[in-house]
């Protein structure tokens, strides 16, 4: 129920390709849905989030596309450059719980092919 | 506005001594969260802290444990250490995290990394 399921591992993308990638949840009472981007070396930080009244989100070239009914997300990089190399986590969470804390997917690691 | 800091980034120790990392939230920022990322593998949740309090762990075992400071800083303590813990420990930090305004975005610190020899 706590879960959240992200695929692929791994990605290799052409420069200029779509790079997408999948997550998949359980518990419906999920209701906070962010991407983190994580380069070697650092902490992982916030690309974009998204609340499940929205069906998508769009900043620039990344998009999250949410579908509340087959409980699943996905992070579009559109236009992928080399410096979109890094590892990817979706996350899962649901606000004003006594239990709060972020469930993260177990990441996929991204390489965009010059 | 400064992000969260942790300290040391690096800290090397051998089997069975004790380890202590050090977290600074962002500024008014109550929830402090610390993770373990071992080396290419994802985030396990180690422990949660609010307002001085444990508010929740992972499963993690007894010899991992932390305390928040009435600043909101924290400090994460594993003791007789093992080689698998040897990973990047990450902190990170959120808006009260009980409060009907959290936005329950956690923002990480850079990480410590813990070489266990």
């Known amino acids: 129920q706590q879960q959240v399921k992200q695929s692929p591992q791994s990605l290799i993308v052409q420069k200029g390709g779509i790079s997408i990638i999948n997550c998949a949840y359980e518990?419906?009472?999920?209701?906070?849905f962010p991407w983190y981007q994580q380069f070697p070396g650092k902490g992982p930080a916030l690309l974009i989030a998204?609340?499940?009244?929205?069906s998508e989100k769009k900043e620039g070239r990344f998009t999250i596309s949410f579908n509340k009914s087959a409980k699943q997300f996905s992070l579009h990089i559109m236009d992928s450059q080399p410096g979109d190399s890094a590892t990817y986590f979706c996350?899962?969470?649901?606000?004003?719980?006594?239990?709060?804390?972020?469930?993260f997917g177990s990441g996929t690691r991204l390489s965009i092919r010059p | 506005e400064a992000g969260v800091t942790q300290s040391p980034t690096h800290l090397i120790k051998t089997r069975g001594q004790q380890a202590t990392l050090r977290c600074s939230p962002i500024s008014g920022h109550t929830s402090v969260y610390w993770y373990q990322q071992a080396l290419g593998l994802g985030l396990q949740f180690l422990l949660w802290y609010d307002e001085g309090e444990e508010r929740n762990r992972g499963n993690f075992p007894p010899r991992f444990s932390g305390r928040q400071f009435p600043n909101y800083s924290s400090e994460l303590n594993v003791n007789a250490l093992e080689l698998e813990d040897s990973a990047l420990y990450l902190c990170?930090?959120?808006?009260?995290?009980?409060?009907?305004?959290?936005?329950?975005?956690?923002?990480f610190g850079p990480g410590t990394r813990l070489t266990v020899l």
């Open positions: 518990n419906t009472a999920f209701d906070y």
């Open positions: 998204i609340r499940p009244d929205v």
């Open positions: 990170a930090s959120s808006y009260p995290g009980l409060a009907v305004t959290s936005t329950d975005t956690q923002y």
């Open positions: 996350a899962a969470s649901k606000r004003y719980s006594s239990a709060s804390k972020i469930i």
